[in-house]
């Protein structure tokens, strides 16, 4: 594991990074890390899930 996704939320596919000690970004990334999830979708701004939610 590299140190450098150590505050990297463990939502495969979140791109968000957490405060030290923690694992997810948010609620919803700690509810869906066991899913096939395509987009996260916790709503944090630059995080990759906002890239299909553009208006
Ligand atoms: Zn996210
Ligand atoms: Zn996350």
Same mark, same amino acid.
């Given at each position: 594991?590299?140190? $450098?996704?150590?505050?990297?939320?463990?939502? *495969?596919?979140?791109?968000?990074?957490? $405060?030290?000690?923690?694992?997810?970004?948010?609620?919803?990334?700690? %509810?869906? !890390?066991?899913?096939?999830?395509? $987009?996260?979708?916790? *709503?944090?701004?630059?995080?990759?899930?906002?890239? %299909?939610?553009? !208006?």
């Amino acid at each position: 594991m590299s140190p $450098a996704n150590r505050n990297k939320c463990q939502h *495969g596919n979140c791109s968000c990074t957490v $405060a030290d000690g923690g694992k997810y970004c948010s609620p919803h990334c700690e %509810t869906m !890390k066991d899913s096939q999830e395509i $987009a996260c979708e916790c *709503g944090h701004p630059g995080c990759s899930g906002e890239v %299909t939610q553009k !208006k």
